[in-house]
């Protein structure tokens, strides 16, 4: 690589959930991005998105809580990492329907008293590592490779969905995850329920479709020989992860699949420690996979 | 002083809703040079145009404006009723107050001041209208058919049959396009080879076809009645004239593992070939980008064995010149590729579908392939990753169609007979297997075509289960299907072992790059368009070319040939008489002014312009001057908008016509 490089610098917006049941998305995030020397900078202020849920209820509001963000993301330089899928989902979704419906950004500004500037770039950290970074000099800054480690990439919905919205990659067959995972040297395994979805919020409401759900994806990600799922979405990530006992009592069977965040894995691979990345929060504990496969 | 009648007219409701034609008339009144103005509910009609005939002959009119639809519309019509007046129809001009107003506008205010500003303009040039006569122009009575399908060999068989010279000119090595692909054929399931080959020969046997085949069209020149074609045949390698078709090169061809794109690439074949043992001509090809001979220069096999000698490694394209009076475009279409496209593509693909990288997923053509007895399997249905005879078969309709958000919007038309025949084909081949049919809709109009559905599903019992297919995927030796069963309100999963998927019929790559060698008009999918979708559906928008089959939009068999036969009737009507009248609306050069620059020759797209030498008596050389050649001239206007001293106009659009026009504004 020729010159020196501009060192990356990012507005961060942690959103509600890496401050509770995801914090070692939050920890995991900082300490990985610290470690690659890219600057994040906490948005002021932030509020919540109104997830899932806001945009079922009054779309104006959900459109509205992210509209009064974006407006507090122009207060940091550089464009915004949103490390939760829904997050990120739920901002991209409000540039895209104010930026394409000018009497829906009419009736937002009026509600929050502020016009909203749209041209925010938001960025999930896969796009950050795996574009901005990009993948040569993220190789480059591995120093424990994971070598000998299945990965089961899993996407969710929200990544690369809708066509058009999210921008992350092909919204059917992306490859980012893929790539990223084995860049730090990792070996990511072929499998069908890469983009399915697993029940996100309704885990609190129709557990019983979650269960479904997440057995499906658990059992699709057993039969292809992976040692663990990584994921970039807290949802899923407590879907997968907290929900998994109760899917090996129903079906009989034991998954032992370990469910960790994009930024933990990584961050193995550019030698943090456990606690750095908060590997202590997960419920299937990581722990023994990562000796056994000499990673820890 | 002229005396002009103006005739309104309302098209039902088309115009007068948003047009007030009474106003319209009256102002038109008003206007100098009028002595009568009206307004009529359809002037198209027998009354309507009975009503111009008495118009002109009362009140002596010495012009007519009608104002109504576009004169692509109804310009013949009254210039007829004009001329059975006793006018020159070139007297007879259309205002259109209909594409050009009524139909763009909503305020009825608005819209009747600008129908008026349009008649005060068609007022004033036809003021300025000179009475011209037809130019006659010979008829070359020879046709060129594009495309060797079942469209084009109909159009060419019927065509020659009526006497007539055809051309027929065909992309691939053989004749057959996709019909000589199928398996059997829907409703009544008789084998499509056997139909079509015997038509194959026909074409070749007859004496007023001449046939190229692996030869492409390279350029048009002309108009209706006297088009000059240049057609590229490829370099076969092989002497058409000598070869006996024995097929000894192809046997002897030591490279062989070029994937049979007439197979659908299930199969294999050598790098000198034809592309099935049916195929008209005989003669094989030899494809040069993967022949050893021409990629490193040794082997040289076929041509050792050849006993005829008819392999010749040197030989080149050739470009023949052949002249025309008429085109049939019988191009044909292709099937949409479920494959990742390059970003901004308006065709998307299916990844969730795998992209076409899953082998047991595969189009319905190469299902046809599957099951013909001609076919790479003699007709067995092997799947193509292990070649095991699947059990659970899901066909899946509408993929890429009725799709907008995949790029098409259209209904593919065949996909729901083809696939009721598919299903049907299976049961016939595999008893023990069950056959699934995931559709939106059963679309079966068509003579006998319902009933063939019925039987597919009461009979064969195949099952259709109404909704989309959301995802398809590996696991183990199986396709897993994940769709909706709407019916039942219920999420389905299929463990199948070959999955067919009914994909959308488009117009086939290059199709745009055609049209614009011909001059001929497609839509936004580059299907060619027809003249009139209803009253002119053979016919192309530009003269003397005539269009059959799926390149127009998707058609089944029958539809086809009746397109084709149709087409044919049109040539020989064009056919029938010696001489053809054309409008007399070209270029005329000012031989007193032209200043000799030939600026106008540069510009011309026709090539119609040549230089004339003006001489005295004693045959001495004056100068030169810009001539237009009568009957090439296309009547575009090009030269008289470049002609630097004005010397060159076009009659019926002279520039003081088109003064007049903007000074009345």
């Known amino acids: ?296 | 002083m002229s005396r002009i009648g103006v005739f309104v007219c309302h098209c039902g409701e088309n115009i007068a809703r948003t047009v007030d034609v009474e106003k319209v008339a009256a102002a038109a009144a008003r206007l100098p040079g009028v002595v009568f103005a009206t307004d009529y509910k359809y002037m198209c009609s027998d009354p309507g145009q009975n009503r111009l005939k008495k118009a002109v002959a009362e009140h002596r009119l010495d012009g007519v404006v009608v104002a109504a639809c576009s004169p692509r519309m109804h310009e013949k019509t009254f210039r007829s009723a004009a001329r059975a007046a006793g006018l020159n129809p070139f007297l007879c001009e259309m205002a259109n107050i209909r594409e050009h107003c009524s139909w763009v506008h909503e305020d009825r205010a608005e819209a009747t001041a600008k129908a008026s500003d349009i008649v005060r303009m068609m007022v004033a040039r036809t003021k300025k209208d000179n009475r011209l006569a037809p130019i006659s122009v010979q008829v070359t009575k020879r046709s060129l058919v594009i495309g060797g399908g079942i469209a084009g060999i109909q159009a060419a068989l019927d065509i020659a049959d009526a006497g007539h010279q055809v051309v027929l000119v065909e992309r691939e090595p053989s004749l057959g396009g996709h019909m000589a692909m199928l398996s059997e054929t829907f409703p009544t399931l008789d084998c499509s080879q056997c139909i079509m080959t015997p038509k194959m020969v026909d074409v070749a046997n007859h004496p007023n076809i001449t046939l190229h085949t692996y030869a492409e069209l390279e350029t048009v020149e002309g108009y209706i009645g006297n088009f000059q074609v240049t057609v590229r045949k490829k370099a076969k390698s092989v002497v058409e004239a000598k070869c006996t078709g024995c097929g000894v090169c192809s046997t002897k061809c030591p490279q062989k593992k070029i994937p049979n794109s007439f197979d659908r690439d299930l199969g294999m074949r050598p790098a000198i070939y034809a592309p099935f043992p049916q195929a008209v001509p005989n003669t094989p090809v030899i494809d040069r980008e993967h022949c050893t001979k021409f990629i490193s220069g040794k082997c040289g096999v076929c041509q050792k064995v050849c006993g005829p000698g008819a392999i010749d490694y040197d030989q080149q394209d050739e470009l023949i010149v052949e002249p025309v009076g008429a085109i049939v475009v019988a191009t044909g279409f292709e099937l949409y590729d479920i494959g990742r496209k390059p970003e901004g593509s308006a065709i998307k693909g299916y990844g969730e579908y795998g992209y076409g990288t899953i082998p047991d997923v595969i189009d319905g053509l190469t299902f046809e392939r599957l099951a013909s007895a001609s076919g790479p399997t003699g007709g067995k249905i092997e799947r193509p990753s292990d070649g095991k005879e699947p059990k659970e078969v899901v066909f899946i309709q509408c993929v890429g169609s009725r799709a907008p958000q995949k790029g098409i919007s259209y209904c593919s038309k065949v996909c729901c007979m083809y696939t009721a025949k598919h299903t049907v084909l299976y049961k016939h081949k595999v008893h023990d297997g069950q056959a699934y049919v995931f559709f939106m809709d059963a679309r079966t109009p068509g003579k006998n075509y319902d009933e063939f559905w019925r039987r597919a599903v009461e009979e064969e019992e195949a099952l259709y289960l109404r909704g989309m297919v959301s995802r398809l995927y590996q696991r183990g030796d199986k396709v897993v299907v994940v769709g909706s069963d709407v019916l039942s309100g219920s999420q389905v999963e299929i463990e199948a072992d070959l999955v067919v998927l009914a994909t959308a019929v488009q117009a086939r790559g290059g199709a745009d790059t055609l049209a614009q060698k011909l001059g001929i008009s497609y839509d936004k999918y580059n299907f060619y368009s027809e003249a009139h979708a209803k009253l002119k559906p053979v016919e192309c928008a530009t003269a003397g070319i005539f269009l059959a089959g799926a390149c127009q939009g998707p058609k089944d068999i029958p539809e086809t040939v009746s397109q084709a036969s149709a087409a044919a009737a049109k040539v020989m009507t064009l056919f029938a008489k010696d001489q053809m009248e054309r409008e007399p609306v070209i270029a005329r050069v000012d031989e007193r002014r032209c200043a000799a620059c030939f600026a106008c020759r540069k510009v011309c797209p026709y090539g119609a312009v040549a230089e004339k030498a003006i001489r005295d008596r004693q045959g001495k050389l004056l100068r030169t001057v810009a001539s237009v050649n009568d009957g090439v001239c296309g009547g575009c206007g090009t030269c008289q908008a470049t002609c630097p001293s004005k010397s060159i106009e076009l009659d019926g659009y002279t520039d003081e016509q088109i003064d007049a026009m903007i000074e009345a504004l």
């Open chain 1, 1 to 296: 690589m020729s010159g020196v490089r501009e060192p990356l610098n990012y507005g961060y917006y942690p959103g509600c959930s890496l401050h509770a049941s995801a914090k070692e998305y939050d920890l995991s995030t900082r300490a990985l991005f610290g470690a690659l020397g890219i600057g994040l900078t906490q948005v002021p202020d932030w509020i919540c998105c109104g997830a899932t849920p806001a945009h079922n209820v009054d779309e104006l509001l959900s459109l509205s809580l992210c509209a009064k963000n974006l407006i507090l993301a122009e207060t940091v330089p550089g464009d915004l990492a949103v490390p939760c899928a829904s997050c990120f989902s739920r901002l991209k979704t409000t540039q895209h329907e104010l930026t394409g419906d000018a009497a829906k950004h009419k009736l937002v500004a009026k509600g929050i008293e502020s016009r909203v500037p749209l041209a925010k770039k938001i960025k999930h950290p896969l796009e950050i590592l795996g574009r901005d970074l990009g993948l040569e000099p993220l190789a480059a800054a591995v120093k424990k490779p994971l070598a000998g480690l299945k990965v089961a990439c899993y996407y969710g919905c929200l990544l690369t969905r809708p066509p058009g919205v999210s921008q992350l990659d092909d919204a059917e067959a992306p490859t980012i995850m893929e790539e990223v995972i084995g860049a730090a040297g990792a070996e990511a395994v072929i499998w069908s329920h890469r983009l399915e979805c697993c029940g996100a919020s309704f885990t609190l409401s129709r557990p019983g479709v979650v269960v479904k759900l997440t057995a499906d994806i658990l059992a699709a990600a057993k039969d292809a020989g992976a040692d663990c799922l990584m994921v970039g979405c807290p949802l899923c990530q407590g879907n997968l992860d907290l929900r998994q006992r109760e899917v090996e009592e129903l079906a009989g069977g034991r998954y032992g699949l370990p469910v960790l965040y994009l930024t933990q894995l990584l961050g193995l691979a550019l030698g943090l420690s456990a606690d750095r990345l908060g590997l202590s929060g997960l419920m299937v504990d990581p722990l023994p996979l990562l000796k056994r496969k000499g990673l820890l």
